[in-house]
């Protein structure tokens, strides 16, 4: 590899990126203007789930009852319905996500000491949204129903409150959350949304790199040089990814200037592990450039490609634990999972290199992957 | 062909023959490029396979550590609550400080503690603790396992009370029965399959027209129609067609061939109005790519401000996360993102049975809102060229 040959054509596509002032813009204002959006916008807790319900009960109990839903703050109360037909009606528009319909004697059934059934509807559309609503229901249900004891234990055996809600409650959990004590979620958004602001602005950057050069028919005045193959390919990436790495940087200072999430790991094996990252999301596009004819190609199946894998099967919204096996495997294969891995790790749980080591290697095996891809596709002998 | 003397009706059809052969233009040009075409096609069936089999986003499988220092009939009982589908046992450690490090390492994400003396003290009425560490590098998922695991542990608790006390099933509680609509059993993969084939309309629906029309002018080929007797109209509008087109053929192949028959996904709607509402969408989200078009010198250019678009549009508008709990201010801006209505217009059609007398008003903002940017577009197009 000749280094001179390699700047020029580094060189060659620097000018014509610098040139191109709105692309240049958006290339950098990609990145951090996701990061804030995504970062004060994006919120993955369920909550303000819309309600109604149907009080058959009148009473002051069921009031009450009712009350302790709208006080959550996992629920919205959007009114009273006259029946269930209305109901059913808020659901189908999607006015209302849940309903709760209290039955006829329902505080002279608690008061008597018998149990009562409260009815739930749900929405099933967004199962994930369903599961966690249902479980904030058991939860009020839950603490409703340990009152109701306590109180009839005291009226009825003559306990104090104290014995009484000993013998109702008789474990407790502590429950400690680590590496974010406070389970914010911009803290464990952010270092995830750096993994995906990155893995979905470079791959773009270099997508059109070769392609654009074939359609316009430049191409040729490589083919027809001296510069080799090898010096080629490295020269279109070395420009994006000294762009992608002023964003890693860029990214970082706002993570933790403007998010205040804790850096805990070691700033070499960070930005390292970029770098090696970076490698990667660059030589997709770069493969993707090679393969298709058209401009037009290369921009949608970059986009779909370096999308679609990146909300599902990294680790951003869904733990690659409970992927099923074909998804898993999927994961696996792609570099995404791995940067996850390293920006949380390096970002909340203070570990290095002794940790992560594996997933800096199956960084390290994708890029040289990637290389060896290109590589062998690049020809500057095309069969036509 | 100046179209004097002609009739209202012979110039309507020449109008319409015109956009056709644009239109057809625009399909066959498309149709040559192969190695597109194909992945169109994987997209839109492979693609959604793969997705609408593959995730599970309910807490699934959590690998639970157990530090049991009682071993008691108690303890044991405790601990055998803590089943699949939510947890997965991962094995018992002696000493916590290897729980951490495994932890650490992401192989757990719970640890349970069950103090010595657990037992003994459940029996005595004493009250007792047990402890319990998440992982919360993940935050929703951590609130979630946490959540089910003090849920397990309190009604453990609460049944060992409530049994010493001679209350079974009896005393007054209140019981909680649920039922759950428009997906009885809880099947994530229709969820993941429709929200997956959304994603893929709404990215081809951005970027295919917008490509399309920048890739003339990159090339210059769009002085060359508008010098041919073809209005910017006719010019923009056939790209939308042709493109709409594409998608529909595309999302038929994806409701049909998969959806349908390998996840048995429901149409409880009409078709014909579901398919309507695509073409809508495809529409809509096309007045995003063409405004985009007209600011773009470039592909290059078309492809960022596309991504900058989309990004928001498919993590925002509710279909990755509940839009009702999003802030304020992000359900604002998502007044603009079309696939925010078509979400609800799809799983309304499809799963819930819904018609156009229930789905009026997203379908009037679609087409409010596409209407607007394609006439946006069309005034900067015409201003650029004439």
Request: glycine share 6%; proline share 4%.
């Amino acid at each position: 590899m000749n280094l001179r040959l390699v700047t020029a054509v580094a060189l060659k596509e620097w000018k014509e990126t610098t040139r191109d002032r709105l692309f240049l813009l958006l290339a950098f204002l990609l990145p951090t203007l996701w990061l804030v959006v995504f970062g004060y916008g994006l919120n993955l807790d369920v909550e303000d789930i819309p309600f109604a319900a149907v009080d058959r009960d009148h009473s002051a109990l069921s009031r009450e009852y009712l009350y302790k839903f709208m006080q959550s703050r996992y629920f919205s109360f959007r009114g009273y319905a006259a029946d269930e037909r209305v109901l059913d009606r808020l659901l189908t528009e999607t006015k209302i996500r849940a309903a709760i319909i209290i039955p006829e004697r329902f505080e002279e059934q608690l008061a008597a000491g018998e149990p009562v059934t409260v009815q739930t509807l749900l929405d099933g559309t967004f199962p994930l949204h369903t599961d966690i609503a249902k479980g904030y229901v058991i939860a009020i249900n839950q603490a409703f129903t340990e009152e109701r004891l306590i109180d009839h234990l005291r009226r009825s055996r003559g306990l104090t409150q104290e014995q009484a809600s000993r013998l109702v409650h008789p474990v407790t959990v502590e429950v400690r959350y680590l590496y974010n004590e406070e389970v914010r979620n911009t803290w464990s958004m952010v270092p995830a949304l750096v993994m995906f602001t990155l893995m979905l602005a470079s791959p773009l950057l270099t997508a059109l790199g070769v392609v654009r050069e074939k359609e316009t028919g430049s191409i040729y005045n490589i083919y027809s040089s001296t510069v080799s193959r090898a010096e080629f390919l490295t020269g279109k990436l070395l420009p994006y990814i000294v762009i992608s790495m002023v964003n890693v940087c860029v990214l970082w200072l706002m993570a933790v200037g403007l998010f205040h999430v804790p850096f805990k790991g070691s700033f070499l094996f960070f930005f390292s592990a970029s770098a090696v990252f970076l490698l990667c999301t660059t030589g997709i596009g770069l493969l993707i450039s090679l393969l298709v004819q058209t401009q037009m190609a290369a921009l949608i199946i970059t986009m779909v490609v370096a999308m679609i894998p990146t909300i599902l099967f990294s680790g951003l919204l869904v733990p690659v634990a409970s992927l099923t096996r074909g998804a898993r495997v999927q994961a696996h294969i792609y570099p995404a999972m791995y940067y996850t891995n390293i920006v949380r790790g390096s970002f909340l749980k203070g570990v290095g290199a002794d940790v992560l080591w594996t997933d800096l290697v199956a960084l390290m095996t994708f890029a040289a992957a990637m290389g060896a891809l290109t590589y062998r596709l690049f020809t500057k002998r095309p069969k036509t | 062909m100046t179209g004097k003397g002609m009739t209202v009706l012979e110039r309507l059809t020449r109008w319409v023959r015109r956009l056709t052969a644009m239109t057809w233009k625009e399909v066959l040009q498309l149709s040559r490029d192969v190695p597109l075409l194909l992945f169109l096609l994987y997209s839109f069936s492979l693609g959604v396979l793969v997705s609408g089999a593959g995730i599970t986003m309910q807490l699934h499988n959590a690998e639970l550590l157990v530090h049991d220092a009682d071993h008691s009939q108690s303890s044991r009982e405790l601990i055998h609550r803590f089943h699949p589908p939510y947890f997965n046992f991962a094995g018992e450690i002696n000493d916590p400080r290897e729980g951490l490090r495994q932890l650490d390492e992401g192989r757990a994400m719970l640890l349970l503690d069950i103090p010595p003396r657990f037992h003994e003290a459940l029996a005595g009425g004493e009250r007792t603790a047990v402890q319990l560490l998440v992982d919360t590098t993940n935050a929703p998922q951590g609130l979630s396992a946490a959540s089910y695991a003090v849920r397990i542990v309190s009604m453990f608790g609460s049944e060992a009370g409530l049994n010493s006390l001679g209350f079974h099933d009896a005393g007054p509680m209140v019981l909680s029965a649920h039922r759950v609509w428009f997906n009885p059993n809880q099947d994530e993969t229709w969820y993941q399959s429709i929200s997956n084939v959304l994603r893929m309309i709404t990215l081809f629906g951005v970027l295919l027209p917008a490509a399309a029309l920048v890739r003339e002018k990159e090339r210059g080929t769009v002085e060359q129609l508008l010098v041919s007797p073809l209005s910017p109209f006719q010019i923009m509008f056939s790209k939308v067609l042709a493109m709409s087109l594409v998608i529909l053929l595309a999302t038929s192949l994806a409701v049909y061939g998969v959806l349908r028959p390998v996840f048995h996904v429901p149409m409880k709607g009409s078709p014909a109005l579901f398919f309507l509402f695509t073409a809508l969408h495809t529409f809509t989200t096309a007045g995003f790519g063409l405004v985009a078009a007209t600011i773009a010198r470039n592909q290059a250019q078309v492809g960022m401000m596309a991504l900058f678009l989309v990004g928001p549009m498919l993590l925002l508008s509710g279909i990755t996360a509940p839009f009702e709990s999003m802030p304020r201010w992000v359900q604002t801006v998502m007044i603009v993102s079309p696939l925010r209505y078509y979400i609800d217009v799809t799983y309304g059609v499809m799963l819930k049975g819904a018609g156009l007398d229930l789905l009026w008003k997203p379908v009037g903002a679609m087409l409010l809102l596409g209407g607007t940017l394609f006439g946006y577009g069309m005034w900067r197009f015409r201003r650029q060229f004439q």
